[in-house]
């Protein structure tokens, strides 16, 4: 098969911006084709979502595109590691010859976290559900982390871990939201205030605005700067958690045996590791369906310190949704961190002679999984 490549990648303006969507998603996508040494004309695939209920065509539209491939399916945090299987498969049939993946959010300045449409007490599963007054999606993944505290002693520590470790890696990178903040405490995680038990509002990802593009095309010119996408996998799971049969296993299963599969490496080949971080209890439980860990072993991980940075295993080197950027929907920025480690452009938290990185969305109530497994060319 034809291999693919992303050859772009950048973020728009990150925090707090006062631009509009579309101000901010022309900037990504332009900052990521300037990135690749391409220009709009040069594209005739567009993957978003997040605008409007046709998000594809206005943007567009706003960039002055007529594409033969397009994507605006909404799944979340997730959509964006999907969009890379869809827009390589386009590829490879030769629909288009050059897809630019991109998100942007205005949710601080708007002063709204709406995400294009997302309905949460109009399905079937609702009447159970709503009565309860859940907070949504945080009192679902509070289930899930409160489960994981019923199983694993050490649990909450490892919860508290999540947050100090991402927090580290946000104190060297100049454009995180918590860049020259201070380091975080067990006792700063623990102590803030609950919001859905055993979560406290340290234990959530930000709001802010930003986000971010990456350009994929069959047409490598730089080998020093080019990324090949070696592998992707996905699977969707539960609408609520009424239909979950076991809170501690998520669809990463099934999307990272796929993803896997088909790089033909294994999880002890990763040298990066940039998982969605809505909530701490996300990191631990996508690591252990990744196989990274066993059950429960996450906490492990954590605790022995290898996530921070100057550790064995980088995990989520930008800061992440807990403390670098989080408009809504994280998963765009998952991937343009990782192809940026992969070609050496981190500064101070570059990760030496990484080879492999692994990007995965999660999206909706623990419901959507998409794993992508990135190579370095050179």
């Given amino acids: 098969m034809q291999d693919v490549f992303i050859v772009g990648a950048a973020e728009c303006d990150l925090g707090v911006t006062t631009k509009s969507i579309l101000e901010l ?8 084709l300037a990135d690749a040494g391409l220009t709009t004309q040069d594209v005739d695939g567009i993957a978003t979502n997040g ?19 397009t994507d605006s399916s909404f799944a979340g945090g997730s959509s964006f590691e999907i ?30 976290r709406s995400l294009g449409g997302v309905v949460e007490h109009h399905t079937p599963e609702a009447q159970f559900e709503t009565p309860y007054g859940p907070l949504f999606p945080l009192s679902y993944y509070a289930m899930a982390a409160q489960r994981y505290l019923h199983e694993v002693p050490h649990g ?53 605005d930003g986000g971010g593009a990456i350009v994929l095309t069959t ?28 809170l501690m296993v998520t669809g990463a ?16 080949d990763i040298d990066v590791v940039e998982v969605y971080d809505s909530f701490t209890i996300t990191v631990l439980l996508t690591l252990e369906a990744l196989g990274f860990a ?4 996450a906490a492990d991980l954590l605790l022995s310190g290898k996530t921070r940075p100057g550790g064995s ?57 998409a794993t992508v497994i990135l190579e370095k060319v050179s």
């Fill in 83 to 112: 969009y890379v299987a869809r827009a390589v498969e386009a590829l490879r049939s030769g629909q288009c010859s050059t897809v630019v993946i991109s998100f942007a959010s205005n949710q601080r300045s708007a002063k709204s």
């Fill in 313 to 369: 295993f980088p995990l989520n080197t930008s800061g992440g949704g807990l403390s670098y950027c989080h408009p809504g929907q994280y998963g765009i920025l998952l991937l343009v961190e990782a192809v940026r480690q992969l070609r050496g452009e981190c500064g101070e938290r570059q990760v030496p002679h990484a080879r492999h990185a692994l990007a995965h969305g999660t999206g909706g109530i623990i419901s959507t999984h």
């Fill in 51 to 69: 605008i409007s209920r046709f998000s594809a065509t206005q943007l567009a539209d706003y960039l002055g595109i007529v594409p033969s491939f």
């Fill in 294 to 297: 066993p059950r429960g072993g």
């Fill in 156 to 208: 909450r520590a490892a919860l508290s871990e999540v947050a100090i470790s991402a927090r580290e890696w946000a104190l060297l990178n100049p454009v995180a939201f918590r860049y020259g903040t201070k380091s975080l405490t067990p006792a700063d995680i623990e102590g803030a205030d609950l919001i859905s038990s055993p979560l406290t509002t340290a234990d959530c990802c930000l709001v802010t």
């Fill in 219 to 246: 047409k490598l010119v730089d080998k020093k700067r080019g990324v090949k996408i070696i592998g992707y996998g996905e699977a969707t799971t539960n609408t609520s958690m009424t239909s979950v049969d076991d």
């Fill in 253 to 268: 299963v099934e999307s990272g045996k796929r993803a896997f599969a088909m790089a033909g490496i294994t999880p002890q």
């Fill in 25 to 32: 998603q022309s900037q990504a996508v332009t900052r990521a």
